[in-house]
């Protein structure tokens, strides 16, 4: 009888040591579970709003020189980097057919004009008659007019800058021959204002309503990587990078076709004051499309999106989590302004980790004894 008493006082604290050793797991498991949810505080700070492009540097103002005529180049006056002045002869070109052509035109003018001065005193006098004087007149104001195309030929055989500039890449040598053409002239020399810069930059169709003339930017060029320059957006364009929009141009409906993305032309005005910058350099554009100050906002990274719209999961004093959906404003890089739905000071879900699963699950009750 002795021996059952013993054998079932331990039998029953076997059973309490298995429930006691269960509860711990159980409650340790809660706890590492509870331990794996990091949260973020709902804060307040000043934020922006931006949108990033890249773009190439070039001159407002720049132009190409090349010849009204065809003839040789007799000589170029300047050199690469020149300082010219608008009007300033920079190139000459070979005259000697043009004034030859000029020489026969004024002789055939003279001539004209001796013959019409006698057909109109013939006529006066009844020896021509009227239509001989107009034959005559007409003559006499066709040579004038060859006349005044051979003198603007001949004096197109002096190159002038058309602005003030500087002589940007090497100018076409002495005996090139000048081809005119209003199709693929021969291009004698380049010549830039590069005292006002701006960049062309490429923007994503999804930020192109973000853009507005008149807001600021800052970027950077590979020269100069530890120095931030600034710029300001004066143009946006109407139509995007390939005129995807024109179906009339075959090019534009077969680039539209293929391109998984349109990109738009946005102009920015450059603050250079130590005229570091060149022509055709990359810029990495950042456009400050807005500022908030004092924004509450939370982290990007906790905030979700269904078809409901945008939420963060709040973490309540009980250790629950509510879906909270919110209204969102302005997006930095790591931020989000919330409109509404959320105050300061609540902490929201920012990151999980692996769930510890207790070990009920694994066994179903507590282990056997």
Known sequence: MKRGKIIGIGALAAVLVAGGVYWYMESSA???????????????MDIKSTVEATGTIRPVDS????????ARINSVLVKENDTVTAGQVVATLDGKDYEAKRDQAQYRVTNTRAKYNRMSYLES???????????????????????????????????????????VGEPKTAGTMAVQGSDNPTVIMRIADLSKKQIKAKVDETDIGNIRIGQEATFTVDAYTDQKFTARVSKISQTDV??????????????????????????????DPENLLLPAMTA?????????????????????????????????????????YVETGIYSDEYVEI??????GERVVSTYTAKVVPMSMHAGGPPPF
């Not at 979700?304 to 973490?315: E, F, I, P, R």
Request: charged fraction near 20%; glycine fraction near 4%; avoid cysteine.
């Open 242 to 271: 390939s005129n995807s929009w024109d179906t009339s141009s075959a090019s534009s409906s077969s680039a539209s076709s293929s391109a998984s993305v349109i990109y738009y032309y946005v102009t920015l005005d450059v603050d």
């Open 30 to 44: 809660a706890e590492k579970t509870a331990q794996a949810v990091e949260t973020v505080a709902v804060q307040r």
């Open 125 to 167: 006098i009844g020896a021509k008659s009227k239509s001989d004087l107009e034959d005559a007149e007409y003559n006499y104001d066709t040579a004038q007019s060859t006349l005044e195309e051979a003198n603007s030929d001949a004096s197109e055989t002096i190159i002038t800058a058309p602005i003030s500039g500087v002589v």
């Open 63 to 70: 132009v190409e020189v090349s010849s009204k005529i065809t």
């Open 339 to 344: 409109l509404g739905g959320l105050s300061e």
């Open 284 to 324: 990495r554009v950042v456009i400050n499309t807005a500022d908030r100050n004092d924004a509450l906002v939370v982290p990007l990274s906790t905030l979700k999106t269904d078809a409901a719209g945008s939420y963060v999961l709040v973490l309540q004093e009980d250790g629950t989590q509510e879906t909270r």
